[in-house]
Antibody, heavy 116, light 106 residues
């Protein structure tokens, strides 16, 4: 069974940093591109970032302006999202998702709250 | 950025009836279009990919059609577990979602 389990969310002050993790199991992690997607009540579902299966290529939503970094460790079957200079508009539930003609598997999500 | 527009925002349907949801892309996405179902407190679940192919384990009452800029998700006979929010997503040119259609009980 495919499982994706996010962790690392929480409360952070504006301007702060946070690192999200996504532990994958039940499939050959190193053969799939992986994405981060976030969801807010106001903006709905929004693609955040993507990384190729090898980690050699990374992609980001234009709105992030270089504040986030996606990475992966295929030896640990884990995906990461390093988030910096956090703003109120980054407050959301963050999901990791497996990319396979759309997103065929999602984690349960981790909540990021940005507030002073 | 390709903008995805879903209609209607809310659809009120009685159990057993057919539901038809629409999704329009601001430019052609070919058939690189997926549909998701989301229930409160849960992650989205993939229903349809390639505009018309059901994902693993998805019941046959869910069907997708369309290509280019116009797409439709049809639920042939609504069951109680189908009342949820549905999103379309294009993955032809980066990845963007529609704003969702809520299917509620009439």
């Amino acid at each position: 069974e495919v499982q994706l389990v996010e962790s690392g969310g929480g409360l952070v002050q504006p301007g702060g940093s946070l690192r999200l993790s996504c532990a994958a199991s039940g499939f050959s992690f190193s053969t799939y591109a992986m994405h981060w997607v976030r969801q807010t009540p106001g903006k709905g579902l929004e693609y955040v970032s993507a990384i190729s299966s090898s980690g050699g290529s990374t992609y980001y939503a234009n709105s992030l302006k270089g504040r986030f970094t996606i990475s992966r460790d295929n030896s640990k079957n884990t995906l990461y999202l390093q988030m910096g200079s956090l703003r109120g508009e980054d407050m959301a539930v963050y999901y990791c998702a497996r990319s396979n003609s759309g997103y065929d598997n999602w984690g349960q999500g981790t909540l990021v709250t940005v507030s002073s | 950025e390709i903008v995805m527009t879903q209609s209607p925002a809310t659809l009120s349907v009685s159990p057993g009836e057919r539901a038809t949801l629409s999704c329009r892309a601001s430019q052609s996405v070919s058939t690189n279009l997926a549909w998701y179902q989301q229930k409160p407190g849960q992650a989205p679940r993939l229903l349809i990919y390639g505009a018309s192919t059901r994902a693993t384990g998805i019941p046959a009452r869910f069907s997708g059609s369309g290509s280019g800029t116009e797409f439709t998700l049809t639920i042939s006979s609504l069951q109680s577990e189908d009342f949820a929010v549905y999103y379309c997503q294009q993955y032809n040119n980066w990845w963007t979602f529609g704003q969702g259609t809520k299917v509620e009980i009439k």
